[in-house]
């Protein structure tokens, strides 16, 4: 599987089996989490085999079952936290679905007690959120998204690879499938800008992936 067809097939996962993930792929896993938390300056950390994280009220309440795998969201608390948590975040859920896992992006309906209990918090640090991991009961479901001139002004005559990265980040998870981002184009500079909504910096990060694997190029940020 490559990764625009993950980008394609990956749906968010609620319900999991009790499947074990194994060696060879939480190796793999890990060994993505230690690069993303390098080039970022994260600490995102991989916890499997405990269900503890969502053995709570909040996870019933989300409709969560089975969850015994979770990568806990970590880094310092910088002003673009929330964003490199999107982005790098989406990255190991994206290499996740092309080794036959399934992901759920969790902000609130999580113990975060218990999480803390798992992982290693530093002074300084922020638990963002989990990503739930694991082998999915179903590949979960497909939701509308937005056209692409919801996001971005019409052009008549609009690049290829424009157009593929706009595809790719309509495509992205966002909180609530709320989808509030907006892109313009001045040549092949491209930006981003986010339209409000709740953690709209975690979504914007999530696009901003999505694009640039899309398009084939790096985007600059602009937020309001």
């Known amino acids: 599987m490559t990764i625009l067809e993950a980008i394609k097939k990956r749906h968010s996962v609620r319900s999991y089996i009790t499947k074990k993930i194994p060696e060879d792929i939480r190796q793999e896993l890990t060994a993505a989490i230690n690069a993303c938390n390098n080039e970022g300056g994260l600490h995102m950390q991989l916890v499997t085999d405990d269900a503890d994280a969502f053995h709570t009220l909040l996870a019933h309440y989300g409709k969560f079952r089975n969850v015994r795998n979770y990568i ?20 190991i859920v994206l290499l996740a679905q092309i080794l036959g896992l399934n992901t759920c992006w ?8 218990a999480v803390r209990k798992k992982c290693e918090i530093k002074r300084g640090e922020k638990l963002v959120c989990v990503l739930a991991l694991g082998y999915g009961e179903t ?4 939701h509308k998204v937005k056209k692409i001139s919801e996001i971005c002004k019409n052009e008549m005559e609009m690049p290829k690879w424009y157009k593929t990265g ?3 980040a309509l ?4 909180a ?6 907006a892109f313009a184009r001045d040549g092949s500079t491209v930006s981003v800008r986010s339209t409000g909504g709740v953690y709209s910096k975690i979504d914007l990060g999530i696009v901003k ?9 790096e985007l600059s940020l602009i937020h309001i």
């Open 139 to 142: 590949q979960g479901e497909f």
């Open 106 to 113: 969790v902000a609130l309906t999580f113990g975060r007690g």
């Open 72 to 91: 806990a969201l970590i880094g310092p608390k910088t002003a673009d936290l929330d964003e490199k948590i999107g982005y790098y975040g989406e990255k």
């Open 176 to 181: 609530m499938n709320q989808q509030k981002f």
């Open 171 to 174: 495509l992205a998870p966002t």
């Open 166 to 168: 706009l595809e790719c």
């Open 209 to 217: 992936y999505h694009f640039e694997i899309g398009a084939g190029m």
